[in-house]
């Protein structure tokens, strides 16, 4: 059974960037899209970005300015880098698989890690 | 970007009861509109995908239905576990978007 882990520094400063892994155990990280997802504190979900096993990646407008994606199949985790934060980026990130279902082209997110928390403060 | 509105924002209902939740989408979507649960302090879970699949594992109280810009998912009768938030997503394009959330409480 896939599992995610997410992990990385619980505190980060204001301008500094924002460092995170996902380490995918249990199975394999080739012929998926793998995503971030971020909560802040009591708001809902906001879709960070995700990339391919190829390293294709596609990354929300919002943060694309701010954010790189990249992927290591050889050691079968995604990290997620977020230069400039500010308090704005204090949130639980989640890790996650994103599939298509057999024989179609509709995508879900049927893996999550159990988050992290990042907190942006000096 | 896709808009996802979801009604209600909250709602107050009692074990056994049906539920209904709604959620539409700023543009035609198709049948591309996934539904996720979460629980307080848990990552989400997938309950239906591509608008009316139940996803493994998931109980058959659990229904989703529509296409295009209209989408319901439906609990058919609340038990004390359902109690949580409710999340639609978009999957037709990126970046991916979510509803806002509908929260159950209990009544």
Known sequence: QVQLQESGPGLVKPSETLSLTCTVSGGSISSYYWSWIRQPPGKGLEWIGHIYDSGRTDYNPSLKSRLTISVDTSNNHFSLWLNSVSAADTAVYYCAREKAGYNSYYYYMDVWGKGTTVTVSS | ?107
Do not use: H
């Open chain 2, 1 to 107: 970007d896709i808009q996802m509105t979801q009604s209600p924002s909250s709602l107050s209902a009692s074990v056994g009861d049906r539920v209904t939740i709604t959620c539409r989408a700023s543009e035609s979507i198709g049948s591309y509109l996934n539904w996720y649960q979460q629980r307080p302090g848990k990552a989400p879970k997938l309950l239906i995908y591509a608008a009316s699949s139940l996803q493994s594992g998931v109980p058959s109280r659990f229904s989703g239905s529509g296409s295009g810009t209209d989408f319901t998912l439906t609990i058919s009768i609340l038990q004390p576990e359902d109690f949580a938030t409710y999340y639609c997503q978009q999957s037709y394009g990126t970046p991916r978007t979510f509803g806002q959330g509908t929260k159950v409480e209990i009544k």
